[in-house]
């Protein structure tokens, strides 16, 4: 008998955190890190909505509530999807999560059976594709081309939506490559999906950074395209916009009442329910007027580092980034530098075990890291399959300015390092 059921190993995890302790282990060691992989704003989260959960914990209102979320949250992110999106949905149809995360999770248990088929962006966040070989579902990812600017292609999409397509995943702005997906591509992907899509396969539309968005751009949901609310799961949260990952306080809507019931038994199953003391302060969030001020002020800074950012990152010999017009994240490519610093040929000389666990992005990624001390993300950590060819590092611009410079001249010392890498592959240490 072994010990763990097989499906057990067949879930990754993600690299963000998984990296960690390499970060740790370095910095015990004297070496501090200039630490560009985490997806997590700088900032604090807004007094007005501390205030509130302190104010709720004062009251004692810290037991069981209602598993599909408190009625005042879901009242105002009904609200608040109506104002900015334009469709009317109940409270009813909302369920509450400790993050966003396990919607997304979720929805693969909801819909999808074995063989059942995914589509998913890739690069994209990384369990929407670990996720499906955990439920023996059959994953399809679509590869967003950086010639499209990392957004999904109507006609990408055409050629991959079979009678067994259940569920398709949306994320926009984009982690990891901060694309956002105009409203006419939106309309373009919906044209496709209600031709060729059965209607009872369902659409994700994971925008959890819809307000973290730049260059005067406006946020679209493909929910509010006609014919589309009643095929669309609408996922976002509170731990971007709000700088609030710690308050763990995400959500769902869904297509309809009797489907979010189904979520709500999960949610019973899983954790009975979110900390009622935290969605009041998510409740707060969404109604208090000063909630504007602070996202403006948050969103006016990631875009002007992330000006500074692209700016230096194509000064890097071998490194070409675009500009990315959502989120706080970067996705540059290192093709060149991996070609000037060797990196193709160590990885074709790698044995067929280390070959398997590591690539010529992740090869960089480390040698960045344990030996200019810099953290960034590689390619794999955002979709594994069909990335033979993709040399990418996702690099967050979460940190204050003169941190980002600091990182960008690591990566350009790493960048033109042919001895220290060679150095790096000679001790085979920390390849993966």
Not at 290 to 311: D, G, P, Y
Request: charged share 20%.
């Amino acid at each position: 008998m072994d010990l763990y059921a097989k499906r057990t190993f067949s879930i990754d995890t993600e690299n963000a955190f998984k990296i960690g302790p390499h970060i740790a282990r370095l910095e015990a060691e004297g070496h501090p890190v200039v630490k560009l992989n985490l997806g997590e704003p700088d900032f604090n989260v807004p007094a007005f909505i501390k205030q509130e959960i302190k104010d709720q914990l004062d009251r004692n209102n810290t037991h069981y509530c209602d598993p599909k979320g408190i009625l005042s949250l879901r009242e105002a992110i009904s609200h608040q999807i109506f104002e900015t999106r334009k469709i009317h949905i109940s409270p009813e149809q909302v369920v509450i999560f400790p993050g966003a995360k396990p919607g997304i999770g979720f929805s693969q248990q909801v819909y999808c059976d074995p063989g059942d088929e995914i589509i998913y962006p890739s690069p994209g966040f990384p369990i929407f594709e670990s996720f499906i070989r955990y439920l023996d579902a059959k994953p399809v990812p679509v590869h967003l081309m950086e010639e499209n600017g990392f957004t999904l292609s109507a006609d990408q999409l055409a050629t991959l939506i079979t009678p067994k397509t259940k569920l398709i995943y949306i994320n926009s702005p984009s982690n990891p490559t901060g694309g956002v997906v105009e409203l006419n591509q939106l309309e373009a992907i919906a044209e496709v999906i209600l031709k060729k899509a059965h209607p009872n396969a369902r659409i994700y539309s994971d925008e959890i950074y819809e307000q973290i968005i730049f260059d005067g751009k406006q946020h679209h949901s493909i929910a509010s395209i006609p014919e589309m609310k009643n095929r669309t799961i609408i996922s976002s949260g509170f731990s971007k916009t709000f700088a609030w990952t710690g308050g763990r306080v995400g959500y769902a809507i869904l297509p309809s009442v009797e489907e979010a019931d189904v979520f709500k038994n999960l949610n019973i199953n899983y954790f009975s329910c979110v900390p009622p003391y935290n969605q009041e302060g998510a409740r707060a969030a969404l109604t208090n007027p000063a909630s504007k001020k602070a996202i403006s002020l948050m969103v006016n800074t990631f875009e002007e580092r992330r000006n500074t950012l692209v700016q230096l990152l194509n000064q890097i010999p071998g490194m070409t980034c675009q500009m990315p017009s959502g989120a706080f994240y970067v996705f540059p490519n290192i093709k060149g530098i991996c070609k000037k610093l060797g990196i193709f040929d160590a990885y074709q000389n790698l044995d067929h075990h280390t070959k398997s666990k590591t690539t010529p992005s992740t090869l960089f990624q480390m040698f960045a890291l344990y030996h200019h001390y810099v953290a960034t993300l590689d390619r794999k950590s955002f979709g594994r399959i069909g990335i033979a060819d993709k040399h990418h590092l996702r690099i967050s611009y979460a940190s204050d300015i003169a941190l980002l410079k600091e990182g960008v001249v690591r990566l350009h010392n790493a960048a033109i390092d042919v001895e220290g890498f060679q150095k790096f592959m000679q001790k085979r240490d920390n390849l993966y």
